[in-house]
């Protein structure tokens, strides 16, 4: 029931993913807990589309991934923003912040009327 | 950036496989543990974190794409299993490869010698502006053949033509030729020799029978050709009574006869003992109005020192030649025509009252050709026979491909099943099998270009040179014609790519489990394949019928060409 919560998180997920990292370098594990807990549980993202995702935006230059230790002393892939990314990442808050307002001031406007 | 990074990735794909799976290892790991935490029992904890990822084999094979340059990797990897499934199923690759290959070789170096022997114009400069004159007789038959006389008078009265020539063929014994060069020439080609049938082309004393085209002064430069050495015959020649009679030499007789001896040019030879002395040499291949290289080119006033007491240049009965004109600029065929019919009729006035030049004709005018029209007509319904038959034969072998590839894609539904459960994407499958196709075409495709050679090496080259030399030289260049080979390629390629594509288009429409389980659940699809089946068994019955029957006519016909005199 709580799983099926998050289906429209997929358009978003790039967006979490670069603020996320935004904070410091962190692996996919990471990314999945702190996304998770920061939200209080509401979004949930799935392993499936994540490291996918990840990996996308290695392509394009926007993070960029290490090996490192992670708090266990395992070897784990840790992703890291770059310029590009900082710069991507700023765009797509500016256009997610836009297309929150407007929806807003449309649900304002539809429920004053109603 | 990123796509140099991909291209590099594919000279390490081992390791960025192994990172890969210790990532999502790490993941796994770290959910287990925390699903343990959270109180589930250690199996259900596993479980749970695979089931988290959904299809394992599917996201690595996502996540290969994404990381790997795509294209070319994969297209290796395609190329690669393609040519093990070849090799592993030799009977199908080895069948597909002759019946395809055979198909292709066949058509190409047929049309390849159609367009290169009887497509071919006149041999000019700027041979669009070639034309062959003719006439129809009053009884409506066609007759290429006109008098000397009457030549003369088109050529100096007609002005629709920048140059009209007139030309007769003539087989001469050279009886000598002074400074006796070495005689020996390589005769015939291998099949002459095994099959041993070079007819005898010596006559006594060491003389040998060559061609010879008898041509007006004005042949070669109306033609806009020159000697490649020496220098040809001019129309204002002024001729010299006592000077020596001259003769060109083909630059093919040339390099037979001669060895290419430069030293030629100027040198006596006895033609029907008759001294002649060689004043040039024309370029190698060179054919002008003829279907073939002759051996020698002589000037029509001389037409009476080969045959003394000839009357060719006095008599105007004497239907010796046949006319080629190049029309004058801005001149058009029709206008060509009344101007020639105007004065036919004059000239018919001055022939005798038996002869059927004195009766009512027509004027034609045709696009330059060395065949005359009346060999093309009768050489044409040979030429669409062969042209069907050879068209049969691809049609034949694009459907035992087509056959073979469905008969094989029902073996082909059980691994294409398979692969696609264990997250093969639709498209990855499909590329796969393109690639299949794209090989086994290409493959088929290099062996017809060797069938194309052969078949033309055997039928042009050793053919022509078990002719008779008396028949001269043919000179047809016989490469592949590489736009018809691209052009029957292409077909082929189609029909063979577009049913080795069913497997993948039925994958896309059965459902996995399906397709997994033995083929006897699939009564239905059984049924329709055995249809489609049925359906080129009997197309390729129908065409095996017609082709037979065409084979027979044409074989009939050809007989009755060569029967036919050809003037």
């Given at each position: 029931m709580m799983k099926q919560k998050n289906d429209t998180l997929q358009g978003t997920l790039g967006l979490l993913v670069l603020k996320t990292l935004s904070r410091g370098p962190m692996h996919g594990w990471g990314i999945t807990l702190q996304i998770q807990e920061i939200s209080g549980d509401v979004l949930r993202v799935e392993e499936g589309s994540l490291y996918p995702a990840l990996h996308r935006m290695e392509q394009e230059g926007w993070i960029s991934a290490e090996w490192g230790l992670s708090e266990n002393n395992r070897r784990a892939r840790y992703y890291r923003l770059t310029a590009a990314g900082r710069k991507q990442l700023a765009a797509e808050e500016r256009n997610w912040k836009q297309l929150t307002e407007a929806v807003a001031r449309v649900l304002a406007i539809a429920g004053g009327r109603a | 950036m990123g796509l140099l990074r991909r291209v590099g990735n594919l000279f390490r794909y081992k390791k960025l496989n192994a990172e890969l799976e210790e990532e999502l290892q790490y993941h796994l790991a770290m959910r287990e543990q925390l699903n343990v935490k959270e109180g589930m029992p250690e199996m259900e904890a596993r479980k749970n974190a695979r089931r988290r990822f959904g299809n394992a084999t599917q996201l690595k094979e996502t996540m290969r794409e994404i990381d790997l340059f795509t294209l070319p990797e994969t297209g290796w990897q395609d190329t690669r299993f393609a040519a093990r499934m070849l090799m592993k199923h030799p009977g199908f690759s080895v069948t597909a490869i002759l019946v395809l290959g055979l198909g292709i070789g066949v058509n190409t170096a047929l049309f390849t010698v159609y367009r290169a022997?009887?497509?071919?114009?006149?041999?000019?400069?700027?041979?669009?502006e070639m034309v062959n004159v003719d006439r129809t007789n009053y009884a409506g038959k066609f007759d290429p053949m006109f008098s000397f006389l009457d030549y003369e008078e088109f050529r100096d009265r007609v002005r629709s033509f920048s140059g009209l020539i007139a030309a007769t063929g003539d087989e001469v014994a050279l009886t000598g030729v002074d400074e006796g060069p070495s005689l020996g020439r390589p005769m015939g080609g291998v099949l002459a020799r095994v099959a041993g049938f070079n007819l005898p082309r010596l006559i006594g004393g060491g003389a040998e029978f060559v061609t010879t085209l008898i041509v007006s002064d004005n042949y070669f430069s109306t033609l806009g050709v020159g000697a490649l050495r020496g220098r040809v015959f001019e129309a204002d020649d002024a001729h010299d009574a006592s000077a020596p009679a001259e003769v060109l030499i083909s630059g093919n007789y040339w390099q037979r006869k001669f060895r290419e001896d430069p030293a030629v040019v100027g040198k006596n030879v006895k033609l029907n003992g008759i001294v002649f002395t060689i004043v040039g040499i024309t370029p190698k291949d060179f054919m002008g109005t003829n279907i073939n290289v002759p051996d020698f080119w002589m000037p029509l006033r001389e037409q009476v020192l080969l045959h003394p007491g000839s009357t060719l240049l006095k008599d105007r009965e004497d239907a010796c030649c046949r006319i080629y004109g190049r029309l004058a600029r801005g001149v058009s065929v029709g206008e060509a025509r009344a101007e020639m019919d105007l004065l036919a009729e004059q000239l018919s006035a001055q022939h005798m009252t038996y002869s059927d030049a004195s009766k009512p004709m027509s004027i034609q005018i045709s696009p330059g050709s060395p065949f005359g029209r009346e060999l093309d007509i009768n050489l044409k319904f040979a030429i669409v026979l062969i042209m069907c038959a050879v068209g049969m034969v691809l049609l034949i072998a694009c459907a035992n491909l087509a056959g073979l590839q469905l008969a094989r894609s029902a073996a082909r539904r059980k691994e294409i099943g398979v692969r696609a459960s264990l997250g093969a994407s639709r498209g990855r499958l499909f590329r796969q099998l393109l690639t299949e196709c794209a090989l086994l075409g290409l493959i088929a495709g290099g062996v017809s270009l060797l069938m194309t050679w052969g078949i033309l090496h055997v039928t042009v080259v050793e053919i022509s040179a078990t002719l008779p030399a008396e028949w001269g030289?043919?000179?047809?260049?016989?490469?592949?014609?590489m736009q018809i080979f691209a052009y029957v390629f292409v077909i082929s390629l189609v029909a063979g790519v577009l049913y080795g594509l069913t497997p993948a288009l039925e994958s896309s429409k059965a459902d996995l489990v399906s397709a997994l389980k033995e083929e006897s659940s699939h009564f239905a699809s059984l049924i329709g394949r055995h249809s489609m089946r049925g359906v080129f068994i009997t197309i390729q019955v129908a065409v095996c019928l017609v082709l037979m029957i065409a084979g027979g006519l044409l074989i009939r016909s050809s007989m009755r060409v060569l029967e036919m005199e050809t003037g």
């Open positions: - | 022997f009887l497509m071919r114009g006149i041999d000019a400069d700027h041979r669009s030289a043919f000179a047809l260049h016989v490469a592949p014609d």
